[in-house]
């Protein structure tokens, strides 16, 4: 759910990343945060365990420049992957505004990629919302890697309804921007049909 | 979608502005905050300046999110209050009109019983401002437009041409 806050002109959005564990999405932010220049960005939190583990979530607040005087402001989310974390994966999708799914091409992480793309489903029932209806994109996540499944195999099974999809390589930052800038550009068109329904 | 946005406009953002005033000469405090429930600052107060709002907005968020989600398993509707002792500073973060969140960090100067009394008042005058402030959102009248209906397909190519 977007902020209007007219005193400050500014305009924000929730982004939350989404995927099974260790799949790449704190790597997806760490590398827009080495990348972007310090004057667009705040602190990046990571709430982690002592073995680097996502815990609760990661945080970075991002602006991507100005629409008609206000500053757009992106917060990015990620979600704890491990599958016994689902309380708190709950707690972060509240407010979503939009959600990338990040996947692992690994073969042998396709069930879990499948796993998690279901539970996202379902947590975002939970809220009240409808995967289909929501800015929503997809990235295949380490495609440098030499056991990566053939792109199609993937698109077929975790995008059957064909919504922007990227393939990358996180580490290297291969398609994390085109990633963000699809789904941020997806919440501003929902944004616009929102305010003028 | 069928979620009511949030829209802070001058008026309510003056009205907030002076019930957070006056709760900070009240007690004291260092500094005073407030937040919507997904973690975005809506206003604040006092020694801000070297302090990250942003993600203390944040993260206050996800722990009140957190602690409402202890709340159910306990089969509570929802812990309203919040309080962390430090050394130095203390926290204390209540809901207020079950949709913002207001922190008040204070330290020896000020006291919990004189904050949570004056907290208090000050959650029941922003609840009756939000009320105001959300009807406005929802009545959808000429001032409660977004200024984002008239944003064309080109301004937001143009946020992405670099």
């Keep these: 759910m977007s902020f209007i806050n007219y005193p400050a002109r500014e305009i924000n959005c929730k982004i939350v990343y989404y995927g099974p564990g260790l799949c790449g999405k704190t790597t997806n932010l760490q590398y827009i945060y080495k990348k972007t220049n310090p004057d667009s960005k705040g602190k990046m939190i990571s ?15 991002l602006s991507l420049g100005e629409i008609r005087g206000f500053t757009t402001r992106f917060h990015l989310y990620t979600v704890p992957g491990q599958v016994f974390y689902d309380a708190s994966r709950k707690l972060i999708l509240k407010g979503v505004d ?4 990040v996947a692992d091409s ?27 209806k929501i800015p929503y994109v997809v990235q295949y996540n380490k495609r440098d890697l030499p056991n990566a499944a053939p792109l199609e195999e993937m698109k077929k099974l975790l995008n059957p309804n064909d919504v922007p999809d990227f393939e990358s390589v996180a580490t290297e930052g291969t398609g994390v921007f085109e990633t963000l800038k699809a789904v941020a550009r997806l919440v501003l068109v929902e944004i616009k049909k929102g305010a003028s329904e | 979608m069928s979620f009511t946005q949030l829209i802070l406009y001058d008026e309510q953002f003056k009205q907030i502005n002076e019930v957070l005033e006056k709760l900070y000469t009240e007690t004291n405090a260092k500094v005073i905050f407030l937040v919507d429930r997904n973690g975005q600052l809506i206003a604040s107060t006092g020694e801000t300046e070297n302090l990250d709002t942003t993600s203390l907005a944040s993260l206050t968020a996800g722990n009140i999110a957190a602690t409402g989600s202890m709340a159910k398993l306990l089969g509570e509707k ?13 926290i204390y973060i209540s809901i207020v009109g079950r949709r913002v969140i207001m922190v008040v960090i204070f330290d020896e100067r000020s006291s919990l ?33 977004s200024p984002f209906a008239e944003i064309t397909d080109e301004d937001i190519d143009r946020l992405f041409s670099e």
């Design chain 1, 98 to 101: 939009g959600v990338v799914f």
């Design chain 1, 47 to 61: 709430l982690a365990t002592e073995t680097e583990r996502t815990l609760f979530f990661d945080f970075l607040p």
């Design chain 2, 113 to 145: 019983g004189l904050v949570r009394l004056r907290a208090k008042k000050a959650g029941e005058d922003l609840t009756k401002i939000f009320d105001a402030l959300m009807k406005k959102v929802e009545s959808k009248t000429e001032e409660g437009v």
């Design chain 1, 106 to 132: 690994q073969v042998e992480r396709m069930e879990a990629n499948l796993e998690s793309l279901e539970n996202l489903k379902v947590n975002l029932e939970e809220q009240g919302y409808n995967l289909d």
């Design chain 2, 78 to 90: 929802e812990f309203t209050i919040i309080f962390h002792e430090g050394y130095r500073d203390n």
